[in-house]
C-alpha cells in the first residue's frame, strides 16, 4: 500500500533543479502582452477627471483599458457583486485599481500607469474600528448574535469576573510567488487563462462574466502555486480578468504579475480584530460564563469578511466547554485593503479571544495556566475518540437550498443559506456555543502527554529560578491548545470530483479539483490512487488542476484538500477497479470480489497478472478504464443566522508548548524552545504533516509577534515590503523544535481515516504569544494586557502597564 | 545605442546584446536567456530568490545589474547538478523535505552553496540558521533546510576529509 508513507513531494526533482515551473515562468510567444494597473492615491472619494493621454503616449503602451472598456460584467468579487476590477465613479482605498495599462514589457507598463492625471473630490475616509462604528459602517445588517444559556446572569452570579480588551492585528500572506496569471486567446472566442489561483472555477466564472460567455468558453489551468495561504482564494480574480480582457481586445498573448508592492498594497491581508471580552469564573477556574464582542476589520469590499467572520465566532470557544456564552461579532466597512481568506479563515482571530480570557483568569486566580484550561475543557471521547455512530443531520439541506439568481455559488462568499428548522440541531451531551455535539475530543489525553514530552512542570519551576535571579532577560513559557473545525461552513462547498484514467499500458493519469500550492495535496492523492491500484507511485501522472477536465470545483481551501479530493479520487478508481476486476472474474469464473491488486499486480484465483497486462486485457475486451469521482462530506446542517447545527464534519487538534526570553529592557525577544503534540489522524504522509505542523506554527508565531502592518492617517498602507514587514527567517524559527503526532485514527469516516492539516496548526503559534505574556507579567503585579503582535515596542509598552506605568 | 555584455552562465560563453542598460541580472537570466528557475519573489533584495553564485560568491540578482557582470563567471540553479547527478546540496534538499511550495528552494540551494564555499558556518545550526536568514521561506520549511544544509556540509567535509 502507498498510503501513510512520509514520501517527499512529487514535485521534489523540479523543485530542485529549477524545473518547476509556475505562472511567470511558462513561455510565452514573443509577442506577449504585458499588464499593469494604475491605483487609486486616495483612500475614499471620487474620480472628477482621470486624463490617460501621458499613459496612452508612454512608450511600449498597446492599450489602455478603463470602466468604460468594460461591456459585460465589471466586477471581481466572489461574494457580494461590489467589487469592479476597475473603478470609474468612487475611490474605496488607496491602490484600488482605477486602469488597466497593456504594453509590450512588464516595465513599460508599470511607467506607464505612473503618469496619469487624476482629480478626485476626496472625503472623509474610514479608516479604523473606531470610524467604522461612529460611521456605523458595516457589513449586513446589523452585528450577528451566537448563544448558548444566559452569559450576563452567569458572569453575575459568578466569584470573580474579569473583563478586558485584545488589539489583533492583521497579516500580509507574502505567498512568496505573487500574483500571476496569463491569458491566450483561442478561436471562436474562447479563452484559455492560467492562473495562480486556489480557485480555478471561480476564475473561469470571473473571466465568463467579464468576456460575457458561457463557462465553458473559459478553461482555466493551475499545476501549482508559490504558496497561497488564503491569498489566491480570490485575490488572483483581478489579473486573470484583467489578461482575459486584454487577449480579447487585442488578440495576443497576456501576462499580469504584480510588483511585490503592487501586490502588498492592491490585495487583502487576514482581518485584524479587537475583542473585548467579560468572564465569569469560581474558585477552582471553572468558567460560568462568557462574554465576547468580535470587531473585524474587514476593508472596502465584502469579498469573504462574512464567512471569515462567521468562522471567527464559531472557534470562541476553542476547546473548551462554556456553560453559557454570547458571542457579538461586527463586520466593519472601512476605506483599506478588502481582507480576506488567510490560512485559518477567522477562527485564529476567534482563538486567540478566548485563549486570552483564560490566561487573564489564570493570573486573576493566580493559578497554573495549563490547569485552568484543563479544568475547562470538553470532555475527551472515551475511546480515543471512536465514537458512537453519530445522528445523520436532521434535513438533508439540499432540500432547503435556495440559490439567489445569478450568485456566485462556487464561493465561499455567497449567501446563500440553510434555513434549519428551530430546535432540530439534535445534538446531545456537551455542545458548542453553536449547538453541535462534541464527539470526537481527545485533547485531555494529548495535553498529558505533551506535558509530559516537553518537561513543561520542571521547566516552569526552571524558569521561575532563573526570572528570581535575572531581572534583565526574563524568561516565559505557555501551553495552548487548538480545536478546529473541519468543512466549509457554506454547506454546498462541500464536494468534490475527479477523473482518473488508465491508459492501455497501465500507467494512470489522475486529475481532480484541488489545487497544488506547496502543501503536497497532488502527492497525496497520488498515494491514493496508488494504493487503490496496488501500483507505484511511479505509475501515477498528476497533472494540472483544470477546469476543463473537472468542473464546478470548490476553491483549495478550509484545509478541506485532501479530504475532499482523496476521496473524490478514490471513487474513481475503485469504479474502474471493480470494471477490471469484474472483467478478470468473468474470464475466471471467479468471484469479482475475491480479484486483489496488490503490489503491482493483479491477483485472480491462483492466476494473477501484471497491472499493464490486466489494464490491456480489459481494454481488448472492451471495458472503459476511464472514470470520474464524486464526493460530498455527509452530516452537514447548518444555519449561519442563527448559529445552530452542526457546520463541521469533525475536529482536528493539536497542543504546543512555547518557550521564549524577554529583554526587559528594550522589548525584544525570541523563541527559545517549541514542543508540538499534532492530530493528523492516520496520517497519509507523516513527512508532509509534519512540514505542515512546522510552517503552521511558524507563520502563527509570525502573525502575533513580528507581522506588524501599519497604514497612516490617509489611509496608506506603509508597510508594503519586507524591509518593512518582518517575516519569520531562518534565524527565527525556534532553536529547539520538537514536533510529534498523535496517534489515532479520525473516527469521521474521512479518506483513510486522515485529518486536515493545512489550518489547525496555524494556531499552535499563539502559545509564543501567550509564552511572551507570560514572560513580561512577571515584571509587575499587574495583568499586561499584551496587544498581538507582540513586536519589541509592544512588549516594551506591556512591560510598562505590567509595573503600572503608562509607555507609549 | 545597444551595449553588450560576455559572460559565462553555467559554464556557457554568451554575449548578450543590452536594450536596456538598468536591466537586472535576474532579468537578463529570465527574460533574455530563458533560464527561469532563479525566481523572483521581491526585486529588491529583501526575500533571496534570486540568489546566484558570481564567481563562486552568492548575490541577489535582483539587485545586480547586467551591464556590471561583463566578463564574469554565473552559475543559477540550471548549472548546479552535473548531468543527471544532483549536487549534494540538492539532494539533501529532497532527503530533509526543504521545502513546500518550492518557490523559494532555488534560491536556498544557492545561498546554501554559497555559504558551505564561504566556510565558516561550520556544521554549527546556529551559524547556519544565521548565514541563511537572508533567504525567507514563507512556508516556513526552515527545519527541513537546516537539515538539508547541515547534512550537506557533512557530507562535503567528509569527502574533502578523505580526499586530502
Ligand atoms: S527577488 Fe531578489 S531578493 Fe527578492
Ligand atoms: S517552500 Fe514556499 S516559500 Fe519556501
Known sequence: MSVAKPLPHDAAHLHVTGAARYVDDIPTPANC????????????????????????????????????????????????????????????????????????????????????????????????????????????????????GDAASAIGSATHVIEGAIDIGGQEHFYLEGQAALAQPQENGDMVVMSSTQHPTEIQH??????????????????????????????????????????????????????????????????????????????????????????????????????????????????????????????????????????????????????RVMDHAAHVLDMDPVAIRQCNYYADAEDGGLSAPRKPAASPPEDILDPKKGEDLASRGAATEVRQKPGDSGAEGQTTPYGMAVTDFILGRMTGTLLKTSGYAARRDEIAAWNAENPVIRRGIAFSPVKFGISFTLTHLNQAGALVHVYQDGSIHLNHGGTEMGQGLFQKVAQVAAARFGVGLEAVRITATDTGKVPNTSATAASSGSDLNGMAVKAACDTIRDRMAAHLAERHQADPATVRFADGRVHVGEESYSFAEAAEYAYVGRVSLSATGYYRTPDLSWDRIRGAGRPFFYFAYGAAVTEVAVDTLTGENRILRADILHDAGASLNPALDIGQIEGGYVQGAGWLTTEELVWDDSGRLRTHAPSTYKIPACSDRPDVFNVALWEGENPAETIYRSKAVGEPPFMLGISAFLALSDAVAGCGTQYPALNAPATAEEVWRAIGRARGQVRS | MTLSISLSVNGESLNVPLEDTRTTLLDLLREHIGLTGTKKGCDRGQCGACTVLLDGKRINACLTLAASVDGTDVTTIEGLAQGDTLHPVQAAFIEHDGFQCGYCTTGQIMSAVGLLSEGDAGADPERIREGMSGNICRCAAYPGITAAVLDAERRQSESEGTSV
Open chain 1, 33 to 148: 502582452l504585458h499588464l499593469a494597473f494604475g491605483l487609486s492615491e486616495i483612500a475614499f472619494g471620487t474620480i472628477t477627471d482621470m486624463n490617460l493621454d501621458d499613459v496612452r503616449s508612454a512608450p511600449g503602451v498597446v492599450t489602455v483599458i478603463t470602466a468604460d472598456d468594460m461591456p459585460f460584467e465589471n466586477d471581481v468579487s466572489p461574494s457580494n457583486h461590489d467589487e469592479p476590477l476597475l473603478t470609474s465613479g468612487e475611490v474605496n482605498y488607496v491602490g484600488q485599481p482605477i486602469f488597466c495599462v497593456v504594453a509590450t514589457s512588464h516595465k513599460a507598463a508599470r511607467k506607464a500607469a505612473r503618469k496619469s492625471r487624476i482629480t478626485y473630490d476626496e472625503k472623509q475616509a474610514i479608516l479604523s474600528i473606531e470610524d467604522a462604528l461612529a460611521a456605523d459602517s458595516r457589513f449586513e445588517e446589523g452585528p450577528r448574535v451566537y448563544k448558548k
Open chain 1, 206 to 355: 470571473k473571466v465568463a462574466e467579464a468576456l460575457g460567455v458561457p463557462m465553458h468558453a473559459v478553461r482555466v489551468e493551475t499545476r501549482r502555486m508559490g504558496g497561497g495561504f488564503g491569498g489566491k482564494e480570490s485575490q488572483g480574480n483581478h489579473l486573470a480578468v484583467a489578461c482575459a480582457l486584454a487577449a480579447r481586445a487585442t488578440g495576443r498573448t497576456c501576462k499580469m504579475r504584480y510588483d511585490r508592492d503592487d501586490d502588498m498594497v492592491i490585495t487583502g491581508k487576514r482581518h485584524d480584530f479587537r475583542i473585548t471580552y467579560r468572564a465569569g469564573f469560581d474558585d477552582t477556574g471553572r468558567i460560568k460564563g462568557v462574554e465576547f464582542v468580535q470587531y473585524a476589520r474587514c476593508g472596502w469590499s465584502q469579498d469573504l469578511s462574512i464567512p471569515v467572520a462567521d468562522r471567527a465566532m464559531l472557534h470562541a470557544d476553542n476547546a473548551y466547554d462554556l456553560p453559557a456564552a454570547r458571542i457579538e461579532s461586527h463586520r466593519l466597512k472601512t476605506n483599506t485593503q478588502s481582507a480576506t481568506a488567510f490560512r485559518g479563515f477567522g477562527g485564529p482571530q476567534g482563538m486567540v479571544g478566548i485563549e
